[in-house]
């Protein structure tokens, strides 16, 4: 089994940047498709970025392409997502969640869930 471990959240004003970690522990997180996640309150849950187990391919929603980044450390159990030019739009909780299948994007079909940090992005 996997356990997966969020964290870097926090209060930022719109235009700045923040670093989110998805730490894992149970094995290792080379073989795993790792997608981010992001819900806010009265909102669907909602796809924002994801790399794949094969190749190290990323996916991105329309929304934050071009201004977030996810990359993947397998040496430390690691996946990151970057945040650049943070809208308030942006606000909300964010998941890290796994696949062994390889699957990205689908939030319900993930194998392994944490239990979210939050991000605000004030105006």
């Known amino acids: 089994q996997v356990q997966l471990v969020e964290s870097g959240g926090g209060l930022v004003q719109a235009g700045g940047s923040l670093r989110l970690s998805c730490a894992a522990s149970g094995r290792a997180f080379s073989s795993y498709a790792v997608n981010w996640f992001r819900q806010a309150p009265g909102k669907e849950r909602e796809f924002v970025a994801a790399i794949s187990w094969n190749d190290f391919n990323t996916y991105y929603a329309d929304s934050v392409k071009g201004r977030f980044t996810i990359s993947r450390d397998n040496a430390k159990n690691t996946v990151y997502l970057q945040m650049n030019s943070l809208k308030p739009e942006d606000t909300a909780v964010y998941y890290c969640?796994?696949?062994?299948?390889?699957?990205?994007?689908?939030?319900?079909?993930?194998?392994?869930w944490g239990k979210g940090t939050l991000v605000t992005v004030s105006s």
């Open positions: 969640a796994a696949s062994w299948r390889g699957v990205v994007k689908a939030h319900n079909n993930m194998d392994y």
